[in-house]
């Protein structure tokens, strides 16, 4: 009786890592066509308890296979803790909690540069060290308020 959602089940599971699989070529094969030396993605651990797309979705599947497909190709893979590239503004640094106006808007109150706000989380992401960069300029934001 259940042989048939059994199959469907394994089908979809296939469709999922076969995706991951391409998304992840393509991803690593930019990576190699740039000469780009690391791919930083953003740390999401314990991020699925709170979403549940991602608890339904193999995106950590995506980020292994990222991670084992660019080492094979001398790429450093880095995860970012994800907490202030939405928050930072790319064109002028500046971090600010209520630059992200909603889940899909970013304007910073610095600059007035707009951005879809993942879009702006991702130009962050392709800035080497952006974590030190982002622990620098909270220092800095801290030290100019108090």
């Known amino acids: 009786m259940l ?4 199959h469907l089940s394994s089908k979809v599971e296939n469709f999922k890592d076969l995706t991951n699989h391409r998304y992840s070529k393509y991803i690593v094969d930019l990576a190699v066509k740039y000469g780009a030396g690391t791919i930083q993605m953003e740390d999401l651990s314990g991020i699925s308890k ?11 599947d995506l980020q292994d ?3 084992y497909k660019a080492e094979m190709q001398g790429i450093k893979f880095v995860k970012v803790a994800p907490r202030y590239t939405s928050q930072r503004c790319y064109h002028c640094g500046v971090i600010d909690e209520s630059n992200r106006k909603s889940q899909a808007t970013f304007e910073c109150n610095n600059c007035g540069h707009k951005r879809n706000a993942d879009y702006n989380a991702a130009e962050n992401l392709t800035i080497k060290d952006i974590d030190k960069i982002i622990e620098e300029q909270l220092r800095i934001q801290r030290k100019a308020s108090a």
């Open 65 to 67: 296979k990222i991670k």
């Open 50 to 60: 709170r979403d549940s797309f991602l608890a339904t979705w193999s995106y950590y």
């Open 3 to 6: 042989k048939p959602l059994d």
